[in-house]
Structure formats: structure tokens, C-alpha cells
């Protein structure tokens, strides 16, 4: 059974830029999870989708958004790139909020 | 709110001996669950083990147990054995919504 799959696996962009981040559940799974993580610090809850709907959303601007298509697949997209945007970007599933998560191996973005 | 702490920011341990790292939660909640992730330097979070609040026996999956203190709102968890594989940063997680605690380095010493 394939895992959470992220893509792209590095990702370099400069200042005011835009990024898409891409995310494919392991499958069964309806909810899908966005985290940061910057350089040595823990992981700040972005995102929450689940049957195509946002249902929570952690303390980030508006310019973090994202969107979760009918196959549960899932898209981050960052505007207006700053650079303390920098960070690994885990995405995570599961089968309902209630249960552990899988994770997959991140995306490292860079802002310059 | 909820809030999970890991008071540990460092740890180490030698090959072989045990070693527990600490969690809490406060929460009003008396129904909670607590997940443990272990992150190795190669970024992947791997789930270890959960501890529900109204489980009645202290949850064990391997070298990995958890010593759950109801009244305390505490699962630590307890890795025996140490291996230099275990060196990682071990982060807890609350059950009920989405947040990490700042998490632990364990560093193995051969």
C-alpha cells in the first residue's frame, strides 16, 4: 500500500513568489493534515481538510491556503512569499481526525 | 485550550539503558488521547504509540511503552533498550486536535 506522497521534494522560490505544494493520501483516508516546520522547531498545525471541505485552520495568514480535490488528494499554496516562510511542509492522513497520522517525507522550500 | 507540553528540549542516553521522555497535557477534556511521533534527522515523522485516557493498561508496542498518569494528565514515554537508531526528535501529540509539543532530541551515546 503506497504511503502519503508529496511532491515536489524541494522547492526554491524568491520573495513574493507563489508556491504549490502537492499531497496524495494513502488511500481510504479522507482527512488530510498541513504542518510547518522551521529549521529546528517543532511542527505548527496549518491546515485541516477533510471530504473536500477546510474544517480547521491553525494561526497563519490568509495567504496560506489550500484546497482538497474529490479524489482527497490535497494542494497547499503559499502567496506573497516572505522569507520566514523557509521550512519543511509535512503533509499528513488519516482515516478521521481521531487517529494517528501518516506522514509524508515533506517538502523543503526555500525562499530567497 | 489545550495545550501539550515537553518540558525535555534535550536528552541523552547511553546504548542499551532506558530512557523516558516527558509529556502533559492540559486539557478540561476528561475523555483524550495522546500520540507519540518519532522524527529522525531524515524528516519523516513515524508514529510509535497512542494512549487513550480511558484505557486501562498502560500502552506498550515493542521497546516503547507509555506511563500514564491519569491525575497528572502525563504520558511519558519510556524507550528501553536504547539504540543509536533511536537517537531522533520525539514529539507527543494531543488526541483531540491538531497540535505537537515542542518535542525532545534524544541523543544515543555508544
Known amino acids: 500500500e503506497a504511503g502519503v506522497t508529496q511532491s515536489p521534494t524541494h522547492l526554491i522560490k524568491t520573495r513574493g513568489q507563489q508556491a504549490t505544494l502537492r499531497c496524495s493520501p494513502i488511500s481510504g483516508h479522507t482527512s488530510v493534515y498541513w504542518y510547518q516546520q522551521a529549521l529546528g522547531l517543532g511542527l505548527q498545525f496549518l491546515l485541516w481538510y477533510d471530504e473536500g471541505e477546510e474544517r480547521n485552520r491553525g494561526n497563519f495568514p490568509p495567504r496560506f491556503s489550500g484546497r482538497q480535490f474529490p479524489n482527497y488528494s490535497s494542494e497547499l499554496n503559499v502567496n506573497a512569499l516572505e522569507l520566514e516562510d523557509s521550512a519543511l511542509y509535512l503533509c499528513a492522513s488519516s482515516k478521521d481526525r481521531y487517529e494517528k497520522l501518516f506522514f509524508g517525507s515533506g517538502t523543503q522550500l526555500s525562499v530567497l | 485550550a489545550q495545550k501539550i507540553t515537553q518540558t525535555q528540549p534535550g536528552m541523552f542516553v547511553q546504548e542499551k539503558e532506558a530512557v523516558t521522555l516527558d509529556c502533559t497535557y492540559d486539557?478540561?477534556?476528561?475523555?483524550?488521547?495522546l500520540f507519540w511521533y518519532k522524527q529522525p534527522s531524515s524528516g519523516e515523522m513515524i508514529f510509535l504509540i497512542y494512549?487513550?485516557?480511558?484505557?486501562?493498561q498502560n500502552a506498550t508496542e515493542g521497546r516503547y511503552s507509555l506511563n500514564f498518569q491519569k491525575a497528572r494528565k502525563s504520558t511519558n514515554l519510556v524507550i528501553s533498550a536504547s539504540q543509536l537508531g533511536d537517537s531522533a526528535m520525539y514529539f507527543c501529540?494531543?488526541?483531540?486536535?491538531?497540535?505537537f509539543g515542542t518535542g525532545t532530541s534524544l541523543t544515543v551515546i555508544p
Open positions: 494512549q487513550g485516557s480511558y484505557d486501562e
Open positions: 501529540k494531543d488526541g483531540n486536535q491538531f497540535y
Open positions: 486539557t478540561s477534556d476528561q475523555s483524550y488521547g
